[in-house]
């Protein structure tokens, strides 16, 4: 027997509104402002990512662990030079370090690492 339904991923960040408002775009999920300092987004399926205010927030400092990332988002899309295009777009910013092929990765507006993964 489940516990819970489903995990809520919650991440720090110095501005809700733009991450929610990134991720909503990126992922296409209904944007939710619970108050200034909380905001999230939901799937029609139950899904969810929620995005809370931290006035001392520090991005982490990838592939270095001075400021370690802690977790990260992998992404599954059916063509990375789209998706890339799509997600520049949005706001994100491509990382100097590309480890891979069948990925890229990409800091997200808050500097958390996301990483764009074939399936």
Known sequence: MAIARFPVVVLDCPDPKTLAEFYSAL???????????????????????????VDSYRAPEWPGQDVPQQMHLDVVVDDLDTAEAAVLELGATKHENQPGTTFRVFLDPAGHPLCLCLD
């Open 27 to 53: 992922l296409e999920w209904k944007i939710e402002r619970n108050d200034d300092d909380w905001w999230s987004v939901r799937a029609e399926y139950g899904d969810s990512m929620a995005f809370q205010k």
